[in-house]
């Protein structure tokens, strides 16, 4: 998505647009009631803790949760 530059003075029919484009474009990136799958041995659910770390979620056979610690680095 690319936000316009802003007009040199305030104009309020500028302004409008631009907000609704960004919502349009987040309506776009997020789903609302609705389910999100994954599926596939590439996808992940990853957590961030509040120290920082961050872990993989995953889910065996028997419906078992478990984590992986991933470290402080971003995946």
């Given at each position: 998505?690319?936000?316009?530059?802003?007009?040199?003075s305030y104009d309020?029919t500028?302004?409008?647009?631009i907000?609704?484009?960004?919502?349009?474009?987040?309506d776009?990136t997020?789903r609302?009631?609705e389910?999100?799958?994954?599926?596939?041995?590439?996808a992940r659910?990853i957590?961030r803790?509040?120290?920082g770390?961050?872990?993989?979620?995953?889910?065996?056979?028997?419906?078992?949760?478990?984590?992986?610690?991933?470290g402080t680095?971003?995946?």
């Amino acid at each position: 998505m690319t936000i316009p530059r802003p007009p040199k003075s305030y104009d309020e029919t500028s302004f409008r647009r631009i907000v609704s484009d960004i919502e349009q474009t987040l309506d776009k990136t997020r789903r609302k009631n609705e389910d999100i799958v994954l599926d596939g041995s590439n996808a992940r659910f990853i957590l961030r803790s509040p120290d920082g770390t961050y872990f993989s979620l995953s889910v065996d056979n028997a419906g078992t949760l478990s984590t992986t610690n991933l470290g402080t680095t971003p995946p």
